[in-house]
């Protein structure tokens, strides 16, 4: 069989996804993994063991390739498990969520969106080819490098009292990762998970349904957690990881704390409204006391942070008085 019929074959197999994660699992033990020894714990030939690792490097897996010793990971790697965060859930009495995980999608929030809706689904994948943040920006997914996950949620809750979310996922980001020992990461109204002015991670809030009735909510959340400085470069902000604060802390254990911390945080959420959170959110709000600039439909308004109503909403205290900034396309800025 010569090389373009292999190729053919590589890109109609429907076990791709399959023989990805093999070869990833085989791979993570060890040092050097000959191109031999993994076509026969693959059963292919040493050709498309050549073309899969091709493909995980474009994906964004880090691994080098040695003449004669073959391929080895650049950083230990374990591939996120549904079945025990599955566990992790029930264990909590979270028994009605589901939970699935995909190697490959294109966006976590794109796929949990309209028929792919479910009230209490997560849905996590180690790469997506389209992840997303807020103003259409692209949300960069390498390869089993980061947490890229969305959560299913319906709510009767009128849309009005929707604003303080996001600001509520993030709270309950925060005490997952100080449940796992990490203190001092902070909040950017309304979306940013931060550590001293550095992006550790953001917050996707997508809502469809009737305003009238019932509001299908998916929530997407990304984490940079080990990712390689070089396939971040299209980054345009200053960013870190979370093993930079944890080295041992897992991506499996970051995101079944913060599946359980959620859940708790959204039934709060539902019964009480963002009032319930307002005392928190001060304790973690990074604009607090600073000097900030909001873009607001080509305007900017300056002023100082001085916290969160109840409803969610930035309280910027201006030459004009008091201002509250509600959720919406506003770009905040420190200035100095
Ligand atoms: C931001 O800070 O701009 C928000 C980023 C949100 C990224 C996550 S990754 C999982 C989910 N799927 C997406 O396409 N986006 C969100």
């Known amino acids: 069989m010569d090389y373009w019929r292999t190729a053919d074959i590589f890109i109609m197999t429907e076990h791709r996804d399959q023989q990805l994660r093999q070869l990833i699992s085989l791979l993570k033990h060890g040092d050097f ?20 690792m091709q493909q995980l490097e474009s994906l964004g897996l880090e691994f080098e390739s040695v003449t004669r010793k073959g391929y080895r990971l650049l950083r230990p790697l374990e591939l996120l498990e549904a079945e025990s965060l599955q566990q992790a859930m029930a264990n909590e009495g979270m028994s009605d969520w589901q939970c699935d995980v995909l190697l490959l999608t294109d966006s976590t929030n794109e796929q949990l969106k309209g028929d792919g809706f479910c009230h209490k689904k997560v849905l996590a994948a180690e790469h997506q080819s ?8 692209q ?6 490098s980061n947490l890229y996950w969305s959560v ?14 996001s600001l509520v996922v993030g709270l309950a980001i925060i005490k997952a990762l100080q449940s796992l020992g990490i203190e001092g990461v902070q909040l950017k109204w309304p979306n940013d998970i931060r550590y001293q002015g550095k992006k550790l991670g953001g917050i996707l809030i997508e809502l469809s349904g009737d305003v009238a009735g019932a509001l299908q909510v998916v929530v997407g959340v990304g984490l940079n957690m080990q990712m390689g ?22 991506r499996q ?8 911390e959620l859940n708790q945080a959204l039934e709060l959420f539902e019964q009480k409204g963002f009032a319930a959170f307002q005392k928190l959110w001060q ?21 100082i942070g001085a916290g ?12 004009k008085g008091m201002v509250p900034i509600y959720a919406g396309e506003v770009s905040l800025r420190f200035r100095d």
């Open 253 to 260: 254990q970051v995101l079944a704390k913060t599946i359980i």
């Open 130 to 137: 389209a992840g997303r943040g807020r103003r259409g920006r």
């Open 283 to 303: 304790e973690v709000d990074e604009c607090f006391g600073q000097k900030v600039s909001i873009l607001q439909q080509h305007q900017e308004l300056k002023g």
């Open 33 to 52: 993994h000959s191109g031999q020894k993994l076509a026969d714990g693959l059963s292919v030939s040493r050709a498309y063991v050549w073309k899969l």
């Open 229 to 250: 400085s070089t396939l971040a470069q299209s980054i345009e902000q200053e960013w870190m990881n979370v093993n930079d604060l944890a080295p041992d802390v897992s």
């Open 152 to 165: 299913g949620w319906q709510t009767q809750m009128p849309v009005q009292q929707l604003g303080g979310l």
């Open 308 to 319: 969160v109503d109840d409803t969610g909403a930035l309280l910027l205290q201006t030459g």
């Open 139 to 144: 949300w960069v997914s390498p390869l089993a």
